[in-house]
């Protein structure tokens, strides 16, 4: 059948050419042996289907694309038909990227048809054999996967998965295995002996011992598609746990009458799961988090591009009702960059003569900015991406006047700059009254001002700028204090936020001036201490700027209303940009950045620092051994670290330059740079034995910037998708730690009520009373 072209990672003694051409290739996995590489052929392609996909095409372009497998040979060679009567005959004539373009848009429509055609044929036909063969179960069948199992040996079956359970079935030899997501512990993305990325390893409790794990590799074609879902259900799995005894805590310390559970019937997430249901949330979610948009931001449609510039960029428009989203990736790396437009800065959008008049392969849509930028994207027939874009920006308010902005020097240009929203400009002026404070050499500063001037003329400035492989260059080497605020507002995503919710924070002030709270309270003994030392915050209109950012959230998100160290996150926003800004950043921190830090359990915070000390233990050993000898655990040095992302930990120039790196990255940036601190201070920790001594050495050591932020990068390159999964894990162990004791507590409270009632009985029963 077609899929969706995916790289071609098997190495090539594993398939045999059958037939090809100058641009396709039919390839035959070959017969395997009992050497290594014939055991890693045996695992890939036992992987792909209950029956072994023998055959694939493979697109021979720069990057060998697999665009169909089969296990029949003459589906394969249908398939290559096809490819010879419609698709090679236009090939010819043309250079590599429009070729590229034209082949993989025909693929991906001729591979969703044959996946739609596929999905009506099997669903019918596996809802029979799921409820055969697991006919005591109850649960929703929400789709399967076919796949391979290797315990005690490889099988090859199907992994049926429902609202609550993963069921793996195999005919040869039988089996049935059913793996309850909340008895799940991990699951982790792994490679088949590190080559061939294919497998999941899931980890569970199960049997009648619940504390003893088993682990199950399974082995799949389509690994990422089927490692989303399962994360996702398991994830809904673990919130629901969770919230339940959230609720059985409040239960218990309430008078109020409260169900003890919010997850039975109808009102359970996870019983409320289809497939249809969860792959919407999925995109979105990956949506927002991907592009930093605001969290009830929903996709419209995605459709492949191709970014005209000076080189060609293959990439992929994401269309919402606010915002038009460009992801693509640069040559020479593997991370993918993007551009948000948000539909405000948008002047106009029409469609232009065909890319060097080839109509039969794309059009080109032309968008202008606000600021006079043209963004030319190619598309294969655009019409319905261009009336998408235009009914929802002709829907919108008309765009500000541009505002030209003095230049930072005689010899530099103005930019145009956005007169709504001047994200850039927000900075009050305070950042440089830091006390202490060395300020960049002229020389080092109008260096960095031009190169960031000149990045701004060519990629944009306001909340429309491209994120490019040069932007990263240019944080890594330190933001500008004066652009600064605009940085972090337009990095953290709190711009876009800004743009769409004009007026709500006057309003949340407005709306709630004169009320009180508990959180009301517990702020205001703490603005008057939060950078006391700074002349910023020595006068009322700090303290009153804090006190209404901080009141603000509090009234937005009651359930964390107001918890400390929050007020230190608000205060260094307030040093580099007006309060409204400094709000909305403080928003995105609380609530995507670092979800879960600032409620009152802080189980995100407790997961990330066992994280974080497992990750010290692991790479830093005899530091982590030491600190645990002299009584400062990891966990308690980084717990202030991660909470006000290092800002009055270490010296103030060198967190400001974590934080530019934090809101650019994301959270890893903690783990990087609390790793890099201790790898850099190594030497002096081991020869401490005083930990009060420790912690002052790393608050007031004089930092080199430029090797933390090298140490931090290149020694400590973790990846995302680690901390996500350790995440999780972490997460279920902590939640499973807290089910057990309430179940302990409750055993207690029975066994107490018990011993009461009998003594009350005994008192009754005595002689005393008997008179």
Same mark, same amino acid.
């Given at each position: 059948?077609?899929?969706?072209?995916?790289?071609?990672?098997?190495?090539?003694?594993?398939?045999?050419?059958?037939?090809?051409?100058?641009?396709?290739?039919?390839?035959?996995?070959?017969?395997?042996?009992?050497?290594?590489?014939?055991? =890693?052929?045996?695992?890939?392609?036992?992987?792909?289907?209950?029956?072994?996909?023998?055959?694939?095409?493979?697109?021979?372009?720069?990057?060998?694309?697999?665009?169909?497998?089969?296990?029949?040979?003459?589906?394969?060679?249908?398939?290559?038909?096809?490819?010879?009567?419609? =698709?090679?005959?236009?090939?010819?004539?043309?250079?590599?990227?429009?070729?590229?373009?034209?082949?993989?848009?025909?693929?991906?429509?001729?591979?969703?048809?044959?996946?739609?055609?596929?999905?009506?044929?099997?669903?019918?036909?596996?809802?029979?054999?799921?409820?055969?063969?697991?006919?005591?179960?109850?649960?929703?069948?929400?789709?399967?996967?076919?796949?391979?199992?290797?315990?005690?040996?490889?099988?090859?079956?199907?992994?049926?998965?429902?609202?609550?359970?993963?069921?793996?079935?195999?005919?040869?030899?039988?089996?049935?295995?059913?793996?309850?997501?909340?008895? =799940?512990?991990?699951?982790?993305?792994?490679?088949?002996?590190?080559?061939?990325?294919?497998?999941?390893?899931?980890?569970?409790?199960?049997?009648?011992?619940?504390?003893?794990?088993?682990?199950?590799?399974?082995?799949?074609?389509?690994?990422?598609?089927?490692?989303?879902?399962?994360?996702?259900?398991?994830?809904?799995?673990?919130?629901?746990?969770?919230?339940?005894?959230?609720?059985?805590?409040?239960?218990?310390?309430?008078?109020?009458?409260?169900?003890?559970?919010?997850?039975?019937?109808?009102?359970?997430?996870?019983?409320?799961?289809?497939?249809?249901?969860?792959?919407?949330?999925?995109?979105?979610?990956?949506?927002?988090?991907?592009?930093?948009?605001?969290?009830?931001?929903?996709?419209?449609?995605?459709?492949?591009?191709?970014?005209?510039?000076?080189?060609?960029?293959?990439?992929?428009?994401?269309?919402?009702?606010?915002?038009?989203?460009?992801?693509?990736?640069?040559?020479?790396?593997?991370?993918?960059?993007?551009?948000?437009?948000?539909?405000?800065?948008?002047?106009?959008?029409?469609?232009?003569?065909?890319?060097?008049?080839?109509?039969?392969?794309?059009?080109?849509?032309?968008?202008?900015?606000?600021?006079?930028?043209?963004?030319?994207?190619?598309?294969?027939?655009?019409?319905?991406?261009?009336?998408?874009?235009?009914?929802?920006?002709?829907?919108?308010?008309?765009?500000?006047?541009?505002?030209?902005?003095?230049?930072?020097?005689?010899?530099?240009?103005?930019?145009?700059?956005?007169?709504?929203?001047?994200?850039?400009?927000?900075?009050?002026?305070?950042?440089?009254?830091?006390?202490?404070?060395?300020?960049?050499?002229?020389?080092?500063?109008?260096?960095?001002?031009?190169?960031?001037?000149?990045?701004?003329?060519?990629?944009?400035?306001?909340?429309?700028?491209?994120?490019?492989?040069?932007?990263?260059?240019?944080?890594? =080497?330190?933001?500008?204090?004066?652009?600064?605020?605009?940085?972090?507002?337009?990095?953290?995503?709190?711009?876009?936020?800004?743009?769409?919710?004009?007026?709500?924070?006057?309003?949340?002030?407005?709306?709630?001036?004169?009320?009180?709270?508990?959180?009301?309270?517990?702020?205001?003994?703490?603005?008057?201490?939060?950078?006391?030392?700074?002349?910023?915050?020595?006068?009322?209109?700090?303290?009153?700027?804090?006190?209404?950012?901080?009141?603000?959230?509090?009234?937005?998100?009651?359930?964390?209303?107001?918890?400390?160290?929050?007020?230190?996150?608000?205060?260094?926003?307030?040093?580099?940009?007006?309060?409204?800004?400094?709000?909305?950043?403080?928003?995105?921190?609380?609530?995507?950045?670092?979800?879960?830090?600032?409620?009152?359990?802080?189980?995100?915070?407790?997961?990330?620092?066992?994280?974080?000390?497992?990750?010290?233990?692991?790479?830093?050993?005899?530091?982590?051994?030491?600190?645990?000898?002299?009584?400062?655990?990891?966990?308690?040095?980084?717990?202030?670290?991660?909470?006000?992302?290092?800002?009055?930990?270490?010296?103030?120039?060198?967190?400001?330059?974590?934080?530019?790196?934090?809101?650019?990255?994301?959270?890893?940036?903690?783990?990087?740079?609390?790793?890099?601190?201790?790898?850099?201070?190594?030497?002096?920790?081991?020869?401490?034995?005083?930990?009060?001594?420790?912690?002052?050495?790393?608050?007031?050591?004089?930092?080199?910037?430029?090797?933390?932020?090298?140490?931090?990068?290149?020694?400590?390159?973790?990846?995302?998708?680690?901390?996500?999964?350790?995440?999780?894990?972490?997460?279920?162990?902590?939640?499973?730690?807290?089910?057990?004791?309430?179940?302990?507590?409750?055993?207690?409270?029975?066994?107490?009520?018990?011993?009461?009632?009998?003594?009350?009985?005994?008192?009754?029963?005595?002689?005393?009373?008997?008179?």
């Amino acid at each position: 059948m077609w899929i969706n072209p995916k790289p071609q990672y098997s190495v090539s003694p594993l398939w045999v050419v059958v037939l090809e051409n100058r641009f396709f290739s039919i390839l035959r996995a070959k017969s395997t042996d009992g050497t290594l590489l014939g055991k =890693i052929a045996n695992l890939a392609v036992h992987a792909s289907d209950s029956h072994p996909l023998t055959y694939r095409i493979i697109y021979k372009t720069k990057n060998p694309q697999v665009i169909a497998v089969s296990e029949s040979l003459d589906l394969i060679k249908a398939h290559w038909v096809v490819l010879e009567n419609d =698709i090679l005959p236009r090939l010819d004539e043309h250079d590599w990227d429009i070729r590229d373009q034209y082949v993989i848009s025909k693929i991906i429509g001729m591979a969703t048809s044959s996946e739609e055609e596929e999905a009506d044929q099997n669903d019918e036909k596996s809802l029979v054999e799921f409820k055969f063969q697991f006919s005591q179960m109850e649960e929703k069948l929400l789709t399967y996967f076919r796949c391979s199992l290797y315990r005690d040996g490889l099988t090859t079956g199907k992994a049926f998965i429902t609202q609550q359970s993963v069921c793996y079935y195999s005919a040869n030899p039988v089996q049935h295995i059913i793996l309850p997501f909340a008895r =799940i512990t991990s699951i982790n993305k792994e490679s088949t002996l590190g080559l061939l990325p294919n497998t999941i390893k899931i980890t569970a409790c199960i049997g009648p011992d619940e504390k003893t794990e088993k682990k199950f590799l399974f082995y799949f074609l389509m690994r990422d598609q089927a490692y989303d879902l399962l994360e996702q259900l398991w994830k809904l799995c673990m919130d629901e746990i969770y919230q339940s005894l959230e609720v059985d805590e409040y239960s218990m310390s309430s008078p109020s009458p409260l169900s003890a559970s919010t997850s039975t019937g109808e009102s359970s997430p996870v019983l409320k799961a289809t497939k249809q249901r969860l792959d919407i949330e999925k995109k979105n979610r990956n949506f927002q988090r991907f592009f930093k948009l605001p969290e009830n931001e929903d996709l419209l449609s995605v459709h492949v591009c191709w970014i005209v510039r000076k080189n060609t960029l293959i990439g992929d428009l994401y269309l919402s009702a606010n915002f038009f989203c460009i992801k693509y990736k640069e040559s020479f790396t593997t991370k993918k960059y993007t551009t948000v437009i948000p539909i405000s800065k948008i002047a106009s959008i029409k469609k232009t003569r065909p890319f060097l008049g080839f109509s039969v392969f794309t059009d080109t849509i032309q968008i202008v900015t606000v600021q006079g930028r043209e963004i030319n994207i190619r598309l294969i027939h655009c019409e319905e991406a261009l009336q998408t874009m235009r009914r929802y920006w002709q829907q919108a308010p008309s765009s500000p006047v541009p505002l030209v902005i003095p230049p930072s020097s005689p010899n530099h240009s103005p930019v145009l700059r956005p007169q709504a929203l001047q994200i850039e400009s927000i900075g009050v002026g305070w950042f440089s009254q830091e006390p202490g404070l060395k300020h960049e050499k002229p020389e080092e500063l109008k260096y960095k001002l031009e190169k960031w001037e000149s990045y701004f003329g060519k990629h944009g400035s306001d909340t429309s700028m491209s994120i490019t492989r040069s932007l990263r260059h240019l944080i890594h =080497i330190g933001v500008p204090d004066p652009y600064r605020g605009h940085i972090w507002a337009f990095c953290s995503g709190a711009g876009y936020m800004w743009e769409r919710e004009k007026g709500y924070y006057d309003g949340l002030l407005r709306d709630n001036a004169g009320r009180t709270s508990l959180a009301v309270e517990e702020i205001e003994k703490d603005v008057r201490r939060t950078f006391a030392h700074h002349p910023y915050f020595k006068h009322e209109g700090g303290v009153d700027a804090l006190r209404r950012v901080l009141t603000a959230y509090s009234w937005r998100n009651p359930t964390i209303g107001y918890c400390q160290s929050m007020n230190v996150v608000a205060g260094i926003m307030l040093l580099y940009m007006q309060e409204e800004a400094a709000f909305w950043v403080l928003c995105r921190v609380c609530e995507v950045f670092l979800p879960d830090y600032y409620v009152s359990a802080m189980i995100g915070s407790i997961i990330d620092q066992k994280i974080f000390a497992q990750l010290v233990e692991n790479h830093l050993p005899d530091v982590y051994k030491h600190l645990e000898k002299v009584g400062l655990p990891v966990t308690i040095l980084s717990l202030p670290w991660f909470m006000c992302m290092f800002v009055s930990y270490i010296p103030f120039p060198v967190a400001t330059r974590v934080v530019d790196c934090f809101l650019f990255e994301g959270t890893t940036v903690l783990f990087q740079t609390g790793l890099a601190i201790l790898k850099i201070n190594k030497q002096k920790i081991l020869e401490e034995r005083d930990s009060e001594v420790i912690v002052e050495m790393l608050r007031n050591k004089t930092y080199d910037i430029d090797e933390l932020i090298q140490v931090t990068f290149q020694d400590f390159d973790i990846p995302e998708d680690q901390i996500n999964e350790l995440r999780n894990a972490h997460k279920f162990k902590e939640i499973k730690r807290k089910e057990t004791i309430q179940i302990n507590n409750a055993k207690k409270e029975e066994e107490q009520q018990k011993a009461n009632n009998n003594n009350n009985n005994n008192n009754s029963d005595s002689p005393a009373n008997l008179n």
